[in-house]
């Protein structure tokens, strides 16, 4: 069964770092296509990096710079190091695996809460 | 880059009724990397529709995808209880990679 089960999240001050993880299992992370999507409370989804099963990565402008995206193949997890952290990256981050033939997030994980404030 | 509008933003309607939701993109999107999502209070996104209409696994034949070109429809025949959420539309876009989702419609109930 795929499992995708994210954390890390947390408070934060503005300017602070934080890195979360997303712990995949029933598939290879290192074989997939993953990628971050967050969702600010009480609003939308917003797609925030992807990573290639090579390596490549590609992320939106509103965390380009700041944010790094990785993956540790020996645990089979997906991470997301996020740096200056700014108010408006408050969010619920998603880890999911991408179908890149269909353009697709076909599994989710639940998300953790990433909450910048002073 | 593609911007999708979504209509209505809610959509008030009573179990067993038929719900059209519609998707519009800025410009012409290929119609393999058209997908559509369900989301409840408190839970992840759900696929349901891949290649603007292709069902997910494990996903009813009460939902149905169509369009082509700038214009998506997400149909449910016959709503169940179950069904009250809210959609969004998502397209992936290869210049630069990346995907951009629709602001959602929520169904509601009347």
């Known amino acids: 069964e795929v499992q995708l089960v994210e954390s890390g999240g947390g408070l934060i001050q503005p300017g602070g770092s934080l890195r979360l993880s997303c712990a995949a299992s029933?598939?290879?992370?290192?074989?997939?296509?993953m990628s971050w999507v967050r969702q600010a409370p009480g609003k939308g989804l917003e797609w925030v990096s992807v990573?290639?099963?090579?390596?490549?990565?590609y992320y939106s402008d509103s965390v380009k710079g700041r944010f790094t995206i990785s993956r540790d193949n020996s645990k089979n997890t997906l991470y997301l190091q996020m740096n200056s952290l700014r108010a408006e990256d408050t969010a619920v981050y998603h880890c999911?695996?991408?179908?890149?033939?269909?353009?697709?997030?076909?599994?989710w994980g639940q998300g953790t809460l990433v909450t910048v404030s002073s | 880059e593609i911007v999708l509008t979504q209509s209505p933003g809610t959509l008030s309607l009573s179990p067993g009724e038929r719900a059209t939701l519609s998707c519009r993109a800025s410009q012409s999107v290929s119609s393999s990397y058209l997908a559509w999502y369900q989301q409840k209070p408190g839970q992840a996104p759900r696929l349901l529709i891949y290649?603007?209409?292709n069902r997910a696994t494990g996903i009813p034949d009460r939902f149905s995808g169509s369009g082509s070109g700038t214009d998506f429809t997400l149909t449910i025949s016959r709503l169940e209880p179950e069904d009250f959420a809210v959609y969004y539309c998502q397209q992936y876009g290869n210049s630069p990679p990346g995907f951009t989702f629709g602001p959602g419609t929520k169904v509601d109930i009347k």
């Open positions: 999911a695996r991408v179908r890149i033939s269909w353009g697709i997030l076909d599994f």
């Open positions: 029933g598939f290879t992370v290192s074989s997939n296509y």
């Open positions: 290649g603007a209409s």
């Open positions: 990573i290639y099963s090579g390596g490549t990565t």
